[in-house]
């Protein structure tokens, strides 16, 4: 990965605008949301190449933290410095954040069965749209029979070693293997604009992150204001996998304390599976549901920047010495062998848990299969697709 001698590329409005646009679409969890962003910012506005994106996916997926949050939080970086960076995070994260903390307020929304009904329709839809992604990808990152080995033993990997280990296993595996399979010299590095942090930026990211995880217990033992952001920050330094492997982490760290009930937490980690957005927004509902002041707005806020910081920090530390190892060459063969392991690892993620989890009979795959044309042949723009796809499903819901 390389960047090139200019500047950041837009401006932190049209940064904001298209990350609350995703903000608001992105439904069917973390990997979805590596979809929707290829669609967004590959296809549709040509920010990045495939490759380039590919990579940068890769190394987020190696990072601890949330995967997408952390990739849209480098798009907006490397598209308007700072600013987009903060207006990536906020579009993307804000629109789930409030969404959980209304629901925290109002209670059994969910329960309905046309809301039940719409949500299933809009799993029909992240069906379809990393179906699509993994039609694109699949052409431009393994276009040789080398590559579309190395993604079908990604998907043999899965299959044995499920979850988190498998993805990372096989991330590995096909980095190991492109550095064997690549005999005629890799390609060139990946075109990115200059990063606005170097070096020196990285190791004092690193420095505040350790500094937050030592002096945050020590504040917390003084101000107890501070013990639930404490635990929240410790559960995203410390997860690999992202949303649906930090739930049961931030469960053990807030319910068994007495600081979230049982029954408040279960309540919010169904509504952060029904809302668009990340996963880690549950925070914003655990904070807000608190026991202990500050909760309401104040607790979901301060939640909701706990659990992220982490992440954003590893990534700003990792980044500008990745930049200078990806552009040797043994690396950029070892980039193409993982790139084209994250097609397999996609595939996968589109069997389970998306196919399983919301194709339930002929009738489900042929609205899929609906969707998948609208978007792909008629092009049909994603926000309108999207309400029909959740008009759909909760009409057939109040049909019975």
Excluded: K
Aim: charge should be positive; proline fraction near 6%.
């Amino acid at each position: 990965m390389a960047g090139d001698a200019g500047q950041a590329r837009g401006g932190v409005a049209e940064v904001f605008g298209a990350f609350l646009r995703l903000g608001l679409t992105s439904f069917g969890g973390p990997v979805a949301h590596l979809s929707y962003f290829r669609q967004e910012f590959v296809v549709r506005r040509g920010w990045l190449s495939d490759a380039a994106y590919a990579e940068m996916m890769a190394l987020c997926q190696f990072l601890p933290g949330p995967a997408s949050s952390q990739l849209g939080f480098a798009l907006g970086l490397m598209r308007a410095g700072w600013g987009g960076a903060l207006a990536a995070f906020a579009g993307f994260t804000l629109p789930s954040a409030v969404a959980l903390m209304l629901l925290a307020a109002l209670g059994g929304v969910l329960a309905s069965p046309v809301w039940q009904g719409a949500m299933g329709g809009l799993g029909l839809l992240a069906v379809a749209v990393v179906a699509q992604a993994l039609i694109g990808m699949a052409r431009t990152l393994c276009p040789d029979a080398a590559r579309a080995t190395i993604a079908a033993g990604a998907l043999g990997v899965l299959a044995v070693v499920p979850g988190v280990a498998g993805m990372l296993g096989a991330i590995v595996l096909g980095a190991a293997a492109g550095l064997g399979l690549r005999t005629q010299g890799a390609a060139a590095p990946a075109a990115f604009p200059a990063l606005p942090v170097g070096p020196r930026g990285g190791i004092v990211a690193l420095g505040v992150l350790g500094a937050l995880l030592l002096l945050l217990p020590l504040l917390a033992a003084m101000w107890p204001g501070l013990a639930l952001a404490d635990a929240v920050f410790r559960a995203g330094a410390f997860v690999f996998g992202g949303g649906h492997v930090v739930l049961p982490l931030l469960e053990t760290a807030v319910v068994a304390p007495g600081w979230v009930a049982p029954e408040d937490f279960v309540a919010g980690y169904g509504a952060a599976q029904a809302v668009p957005g990340p996963l880690f927004s549950v925070a914003a509902h655990v904070g807000f549901v608190q026991a202990g002041a500050p909760n309401g707005v104040a607790g979901g806020l301060i939640a909701l920047i706990a659990i992220f910081a982490p992440g954003f920090l590893i990534l700003i530390a990792v980044l500008p010495f990745w930049v200078r190892l990806a552009a040797l060459n043994p690396a950029r063969r070892a980039v193409e062998g993982a790139n084209a392991a994250v097609v397999g690892i996609l595939g996968a993620a589109l069997h389970d848990p998306l196919m399983m989890g919301a194709v339930r009979g002929p009738v489900d795959l042929a609205v899929a299969a609906g969707i998948f044309v609208a978007l792909t042949l008629w092009r049909v723009p994603l926000p309108i697709v999207a309400l029909a796809a959740a008009g759909v499903g909760a009409l057939r819901a109040s049909l019975g």
